[in-house]
Every structure is written in C-alpha cells, then in structure tokens.
C-alpha cells in the first residue's frame, strides 16, 4: 500500500512535515548526497549517539513521507534526497508565514530585521536581492 | 407486548450492569490487596463475565417468565373478536383483538414518545462523539508511517500521538506509535510488546463491545466506571502478563511508563483504541508502577476470584428474576380477582367463579391493550341495548349476569350472518337452526336474527330453558355454547356436574368460552377495574 502511493506523496511532500530528529537525518543526507544507513550514522557521531536500527527505521519513514528515495546498491540500499533543501526551505517558509506571520511576509521580514543580529555583509545581500527582485 | 418485554429487559439490565460495577469493584478492592491478591488476569475474566452475565439474564429471566404467564398472542377465540375485520378474515375461526390495540390512553402513548425521544436523541449524541473519535484515529493511522508488518501486525510510527494506543479492525492489529520514541530502541521495544499483548489478551476487541454497551446504556453511570474499570484492569493484566514472562524488568518497564507518560502532555484519551497508559490520569499509572515493582507473583489460584465471583453472579441472577417485570401490563393475580369475586358476590346469588381459567381470562381482557378496548368497546354498546335486555331478563326472570353472553357472543355488535354457517348472527350469535327452533324466521327476504328485541326474547327462552334443564348456570351457559346435547354426554362421561370438568375433559366448542363469560361477569361488577 506504500508503495503504490509513493508517487503521490512525492508530489507533495510537504504535506507532512519533519520531526526533529527527521529532520537531522536530512540534513546529513543533503549534505553528503546518496548514502546509506550506516553512513548517517557515522555522519551523526559523536555528538549524536543513534542506534543504527533507530536510523534505518526513521529513514524508512523519510522513504514513506516521499522525503527521501531508495535503490538497491548491493546487499544494502542508498537513500538519497527526493525533495531539495532549497524545495523544503521553501515550503516551510510558506508555512510558517501562513501559520505565525498572518499570511504577510513582510512581517516575516520586518521581524527578521528586528531581531537577528544581521552582520552588515548580511544586510549588503540582502539589499542585493531586494534590488534584483524589484527589476 | 414486545415492547414491555424490551423495556423490561432493559430496566433489569442496567440494574444488573450497576451490580456488576459493584462486583467489581469488590473484587479490585480484594484482589488489589498484597494479602488476598488476586490475578489481575483473573479479575479481567470475572469482570467479563459479570458483564455478559448483566446483558443476559435479563432475557433469559424473561423467556422463562413469558412461557409461564402469557399466552403466545392475546387471542379470543369465539364470535366475541369478529369485530371489523369479520369479513377479511372469516376463514379462521381465531380472530385477534388487533384493531382494538390503537386504543391504549393517550397519556401513556406521550410518556413513551417522550422517554423514545429523549433515548434516542441521547444515544445519537453519544454516538455522534464516538464517531468523531474513530475519523480522528483514522486520521492518525492514515497519516502514519508504516515501521514494521509481521503477518496481522502494523506497527505504525504517527506525530499525531505522545502515547503508543492499538487498535484492532478486523483482519488488521494495528499498533501506533508517537514519532519521537523511535529514537530509543529499548522503549520501542517494550511499547510494542505491551502492545501487542493488549492484541493477544483481545482487549483491542473487548472495547467494541463496550463501547457498545455505553452507547446503549449511556446514561447509566455504573456502565461508564464499569468500562474504565475494565480499561484498567486491561492495563494492569497486561502489565502482569509482560513482567511475568521475565523477558521484560520490572523497573525498566516502569521506566518506559514514565517516558511515556512524560511526553503524553495532554493526549486525549480515545474510545475505541487501548493507549498503553490507560484511559485514566496519573493515579492510576502510580498504582500500575506500584503494583509492578512491590507486588510479589500474585496467586493465580481460582477458587477466591471465582467464588467472589459468584456470589455477585447469584445476587445478580435474583435480581433478574426479582425484577423481571418491573413494568407491567395491568396483570390481574389471582389474589385481585378473589377481591373482584367477593365485590361481584355483594348482592348477587349468581355462582360467580374465580378459577384458574376464569384468571386467566380476566388477563386477556384486562391485562392486554387489546383486551382492555375490546372491553371498553364492548360495555360501551352495550348502553344502546341495556334498557331492552335488562327488561327481557326481568320479564324471564332470568339474573341480569346474563348480561356478559352478548359481550362475549358479538362484542354487543348486531352482526350479520356471515358465509360461515356455523357462526351465527345478530348480538345472541344464533345459528340458524337454533334460531329457528326458537321461532326466529330466516329467509331470502328476513333475518329475525339483527332484530335485536325478536332475538333476546329468543336467548332469555333458550337459556331460561337450559337453566331449568341443568340447573346450574355454569352448564347452561356451557350448553348455550356447545349445545345441550354434549353437556349432557359430558355429566355421562365425567360422572360430575362440574362444568370446568367437562370443559377440561374436552366437552366444549370453544375451551375458553364459559371462563370468558364469567370474566366478563366479573368486569362488569367491577367496572373500575377497566377506567
């Protein structure tokens, strides 16, 4: 039954978003590209102390919410990314300034400018894509 | 009939639910004690079987109640019940009082309506938030991911919860857990076998049935505490079933109850699913953990739990027969109708009786709808004719009792002839041979029978005559039914002038008809009866 519906999750994986701990595990997973269980893990080490059945039960689940694809390598699998960072960025934002920020980014931004201690290197891109974006 | 029956059956069953919620609190009360401890298994089953014993007994106490006191349907047998339906119905000579039944006083129909009303709109409420509850946990497993199948199994792992429940639905176990525990294996571990021992045990099954019960009894209290009650002792069971397989540690079972029950912040409790923390709030895990760590093997011995058990069953099945009919149609004792004998005796030497079948009769006419607006309908025509036969009586000289044979014969309805020739006509029910021996002319163009003065001057001769014949009412009203002929053949046979001798001995056209007679009698000297 899972399967069979992975497509269709695939197509919005947003709907379900990522606990923490998933969340972690796509990190590592974006950053080092297709890899298996057990590189996860020791990507984690040492300051994360998982169970490698914990990993591989967690990725399973990432495989399910369409977060992440599989294929056969050998006698394992390879787990690699099926949604982009950049994609997940995105859909979160969307979300969160649907959810806190009152369906008004500009009040995403404002609060962003309000609070973060943006360095002025920060502030220069900013002003950059603000430009690039009005043309 | 039917129907207070089911209301009867009801009433006893929720006595019966309360009795059972008090046996088991007795036997948590005992068996939770470290001295007279009792299996937590064992106090499941007897639980169990104090329930189904409460939603049993009370149909069975009934079944055994109905054979003995009614008749399988109120029927009259004679001419008395031809009523409206003379002509669709003339083939068979029993003919019900089913018209009649619509005349029940209007008073009770409101309470009925209102009680209905107020039953249904309560039970559809209840389920109502029992559906909502089951479209929540089916949103949870629909958006929860699958961790393992073994067989019948799913393990699912759901951001939805804090507490790991299961949930069976036919052909599928199904076991939830909260997202964040997957992270310790050793947790998981014992949240599935906890689980899935609430699968084995069957307790994910047993909450259909409960939740069933407190749809049916909602308003009940007792059924409500006897289903957290259960919820309870579910958990506890499967605590003791999970510690004492040793595969398991005490302390790092407990261990894993407070993990979880630190991150169940504030899960709802769902109805139709078993959660390992149980249905209720931390006093009860505080005693899951104490009953884990302090209480030795508790005695697995049968014979306390059983016997508690069946005290409470005994006391339960009394109380079914105690209060079986605690609605009643008006039922007539027999005690009431030597109270009815002894009115109608006042001022009258007519040889009134009280018999068993005379009882009987009295319970067909006043203790059913039918019978009661039969009765009703009947004294009410009555009044039409009163004055033309009370002076036919006077002049024969005959007692004015006689009175009850038309109510009896024609419901004091001037039927007319009908294809059946054996039926007669008219308010007396001549048949056409007696009728014309009585010098009553029938032809194509006449039926002195519907003349209602030519036929009751006809009657008082006929049973003036009997009378003088057998000289004891009973027989000759039996004779004005079955004929003078069999009645004498009966004193031959029986050696007795006891009429209920001969009707017992099977002299008779119809076995009911001189006990109805004298019913009627008997109605009619106590009209109040039938206000």
Sequence with gaps: MVRKSRVARIAQP?????????????????????????????????????????????????????YVISSKEGRGHLYDAAV???????????????????????????????????????LAEIRALLRKKGK | MMTVHAVNMYLVANLLLLLAAVGVACLRGVGGRSITAIAYRRQLQIAYVLTIAAVMLPSLSLLSQREDWLPKNAQIWSGASMGDATHSSRDTHRIGFSVASSEVSAPLYAVRAVTTGLFVAGAAAFLIVIFAEAMRIRRIIVDAQTIATRRRVRVLSSQAVRVPFSLWIPGVHFIVLPADLIVSPADIRMAIRHEAQHHRQLDTRVIYAYQLLRLLFFWNPAVHWLNRSIAELQEFSCDEALIGTRKVSPQAYCRCLLQVAESAVSQRVTSICVSMLGSAAGSVLRRRVEALLTRGVASNRRWPAAALGAVVLATMAGTAMAFSSTIQDRRISPEQAQRMLAVARRGSDFPFVANEPVVAQLNRLLGTPDGRAFVRASLRRMQEHEALITAAIAHYGLPEELMAVPAIES?????????????????????????????????????????????????????????????????????????????????????????????????????????????????????????
């Design chain 1, 84 to 122: 982009s960072k950049e994609d997940y960025q995105r859909s979160t934002l969307k979300r969160m300034v649907t959810s806190v920020f009152d369906d008004t980014p500009a009040l995403l931004v404002r609060r962003l400018l309000d609070t973060e201690s943006l360095s002025s290197d920060d």
């Design chain 2, 411 to 531: 419901g004091y309805r001037n039927l007319p002839p009908s294809d059946d020739a054996r039926r007669g006509a008219g308010l007396w029910m001549f048949i056409e041979p007696t009728a014309r021996r009585f010098g009553l002319v029938i032809d194509g163009n006449i039926d002195e029978r519907l003349n209602v003065a030519l036929e009751t001057d006809a009657a008082m001769r006929m049973i003036g005559g009997l009378y003088e014949h057998f000289d004891d009412w009973g027989l000759a009203l039996l004779a004005y039914n079955t004929g003078e002929r069999m009645v004498d053949e009966a004193m031959r046979a029986t050696g007795s002038r006891n009429p209920w001798r001969a009707v017992e001995q099977g002299f008779e056209n119809d076995p009911d008809y001189l006990a109805r007679v004298m019913a009627m009698a008997l109605i009619m000297k106590n009209p109040a009866l039938i206000e």
């Design chain 1, 14 to 66: 947003i709907e379900k978003p990522l606990t923490a701990t998933e969340l972690e595990m796509m990190n590592v997973i974006w950053r080092i590209g297709p890899c298996s269980v057990l590189q996860v893990v020791e990507q984690l080490r040492p300051e994360r102390e998982l169970a490698y059945t914990s990993v591989s039960t967690i990725v399973r689940i990432l495989e399910q919410k369409g």
